[in-house]
């Protein structure tokens, strides 16, 4: 089911990124997209695609029949470009018998089956496990059930009349909606999609940066193959990894905990695809800015492309935008300083229309929380380096504490072990330039200032708006990728060049820093995908996976959970609000696969997303012993409290404490649904309500 559901999401997601972004290269000639070859629009299209339909979508979602009346036309106009010019362009550039066709077609489907395998359940006879990105997933499946409700969407674990507003960067999840509405699918095989579209894109990224940015002009297919190749090579994370295991016995369930981290390719895009999204839109928009342009009036389409996809990256993430926006200052200093009239008037024009196009989500973000308040987006903090921390104090028999200060003067050894052979790349790059044997252009100047944006921000900000530092892990991408290139020069060089510029024991280093790189992502996804099995079987210490459930029943209970849920699903309507124990061992199983909202759906209704975290209180207080020791006036009032709350459905399993309690609702009541692990009730008035007679 999860196997066929994500394909067929990955099928319709190409209707809402590759053919508007098709049809909008084409209408506004962006990067003179009609003159190109045809793959290099296929590799436009997807990239085009994402700068522009969020904010779109975002601005007429209000407005559905707007929507989908702009996408079916978007449809039409692409149907109408490719049967008038499929035969000129068969004839100049046949891309479907293109070897860079191929190509690119081998990839995409390689990262599809990655994707794929390491994001849907596992299931053995009645034993069902999630992958460890689950956890992430869990949030972004409720935010895209909801977007598909309504744009813009509601904090979904907070349900109110009126709704609460999100507080959150969900533009790749209005994307991901889409397919939601249109085919019914589930909220979370297009999230699976996204993901498997995610690198795609990223890899179509590659290929423009590579054209448009680095400016290559030979073995330009060559260099783009290298640079997607080098999207399976991390740093030498591997190195701390096996340190940790030998020394202190202990096994993540990702690579990247042993550090404050700056995450692999492969790892953002299995957790968290709307930061690399925001990447895209961003470079998108710089680049169609640097494009040459006949005259002031042929810069206004580009520069009202680059606004929006400067307005959608807004919204995909306010971390990687929020690190763009300072490389852009920085840029805007230089430029004053070398007088690049045009970069500053573009910047300044697009920067204008992305903040008129995303004030109103920007004012979503802006809302207090309540009045306990909130962390703050950015906050003055040098990075942490908590290994050379733990190594020092064992040699040297200090306490941990005292050695803080001294760690971040080793923060370039902390660089050195993420990023491995792309740190490496940078010296070469940086020593290269420093020798003059570059030419320091436009680009060459705004790639190192995207590198100082990312460490600047990286090293000495930090967003305390939850427990892990954000800002500091996303900033890296922008740097992440201009490493990335050059690496992919780099090699390219080395591979064709009968004289390589480099001598043998600097490649002969390289080589090495690539196989621990490729070595460290290959245990990286495995272990994204079989920690849950580990913790089941009791190969791996049950208190590191403790957010999931404490004892060794995981895969049993997620069975019997996704089990009762699908059936929910089922009966239930839309808008119909399902409410499990908001103090439960783990909400991940629950947030992934109930797809309703929820009135309390953890402690603080995750008022962080949006709500008044005092009502939230009042509402907790109320729910939450329900689920414990309800008395028997508790028992009495339950349809009381469902109609207060507007809930239809009650949810138990066996890790409630009110399941062993035989004399309360739990057993006194019918279920709709039930097993050995979990039970359904409908509560209130909710069964004519919801149209759950026949359910029942």
């Known amino acids: 089911m999860d196997v066929l559901g994500s394909i067929e999401a990955s099928l319709l997601l190409g209707m809402f990124v590759f053919v508007p972004g098709y049809v909008i290269g084409w209408g506004t000639n962006a990067f003179s997209f009609r003159q190109r070859r045809a793959i290099t629009q296929l590799a436009l299209s997807t990239p085009l695609g994402v700068a522009v339909v969020p904010i779109v979508v975002y601005l007429l979602g209000r407005h559905p029949g707007l929507l989908w009346s702009g996408f079916v036309a978007t449809w039409l106009a692409f149907a109408v470009i490719i049967a008038t010019n499929w035969k000129s362009i068969a004839k100049k550039d046949p891309p479907l018998l293109s070897r860079e066709f191929r190509l690119a077609i081998c990839f995409a489907a390689v990262w599809a089956v990655i994707a794929i395998a390491s994001l849907v359940d596992l299931e053995f006879k009645h034993r069902l496990y999630f992958s460890v990105p ?178 959608s990256a807004a919204g995909l993430s306010v971390l990687v935008t929020f690190t763009f926006a300072i490389f852009i200052v920085l840029l805007v200093l230089v430029a004053v300083l ?27 973000l802006a809302q207090p929380a309540g009045p306990t308040g909130e962390g ?94 954000d800002l500091g892990w996303r900033c890296f991408l922008l740097a992440q990728l201009t490493f990335l290139l050059w690496g992919a020069l780099l090699i390219e060089d080395w591979w064709t060049s009968p004289r390589p510029i480099h001598n043998r024991f600097t490649i002969r280093v390289a080589y090495v ?5 490729v070595i460290g992502t290959f245990y990286q996804v495995s272990m994204l995908r079989g920690y849950p099995l580990l913790h089941d079987y009791k190969k791996a210490d049950s208190r590191l996976f403790a957010w999931v459930y404490a004892d060794q029943n995981v895969g049993e ?52 997303f949006g709500g008044n975290s005092n009502t939230c209180g009042i509402r907790f207080k109320e729910v939450v012993p329900i689920f414990i020791n309800p008395t028997a006036s508790e028992n009495a009032g339950l349809d009381d409290l469902c109609r207060q709350y507007r809930i239809n459905v009650l949810l138990i399993d066996n890790t409630d404490e009110v399941w062993g309690r035989r004399n309360t609702w739990a057993w006194t009541r019918t279920p709709m649904f039930s097993n050995d692990y979990v039970r359904a009730f409908a509560c209130g008035d909710s069964v004519q309500q919801a149209g759950l007679e026949s359910a029942r």
Request: with cysteine.
């Open 134 to 311: 689950a956890y992430d997933y869990s949030l972004r499946t409720a935010i895209t059930a909801e977007a598909a409700r309504t744009i813009p969407p509601s904090n979904p674990f907070f349900a109110s009349t009126p709704p609460i507003p999100l507080k959150y960067h969900y533009f790749w999840m209005l994307i991901c909606s889409l397919p939601v509405r249109l085919a019914h699918l589930s909220a979370r095989h297009a999230m699976y999609g996204g993901t498997v579209w995610a690198g795609v894109i990223l890899m179509s990224l590659i290929a423009i940066c590579v054209k448009f940015f680095i400016r290559a002009r030979e073995s330009i297919e060559r260099k783009v193959l290298m640079g997607c190749g080098l999207l399976l090579v991390t740093g030498l994370d591997i190195l701390p990894t096996l340190y940790l295991y030998f020394h202190l016995h202990w096994v993540a369930a990702d690579m990247e905990w042993w550090n404050d981290q700056i995450t692999s390719w492969a790892d953002a895009l299995l957790w968290t695809p709307h930061h690399v999204m925001a990447l895209v839109a961003c470079m998108v928009g710089f680049l169609v800015l640097r494009e040459p342009a006949a005259s002031k009036w042929q810069r206004l389409p580009g520069i009202l492309l680059a606004g929006f996809a400067f307005a």
């Open 338 to 364: 070398r007088r690049w009239r045009d970069d500053i008037v573009g910047l300044s024009a697009a920067g204008a229309i992305a903040l008129l196009l995303a004030l109103p989500f920007l004012g979503t």
């Open 376 to 469: 703050a987006f950015a906050v003055f903090s040098v990075r942490d380096f908590p290994l050379a921390v733990e190594a020092m104090a064992t040699w040297l028999r200090l306490k941990p504490e005292s050695l803080l200060p001294v760690s971040h003067f080793l923060l370039p050894v902390s660089y050195f072990l993420e990023l491995g052979f792309f740190f490496l790349a940078g010296i070469l790059r940086f020593r290269a330039a420093w020798r003059g044997r570059l030419s320091i252009t436009r680009n060459e100047v705004s790639a190192w200032l995207m590198v100082l944006a990312s460490f600047l921000v990286g090293t000495f900000l930090r967003s305390t708006t939850i427990g892990s530092n």
């Open 513 to 517: 820093f690539i196989f621990l790189g």
């Open 557 to 608: 209970r997620t069975y019997a959970l996704r089990s009762v849920y699908d059936r929910l699903n089922e009966v239930l309507p839309p808008h119909a609000i399902v409410q499990y124990n908001p103090y439960a061992t783990s909400l991940i199983s629950h947030e992934i696969y109930s797809g309703h909202q929820v009135a309390v759906g953890s402690p603080d209704c995750d008022s962080v």
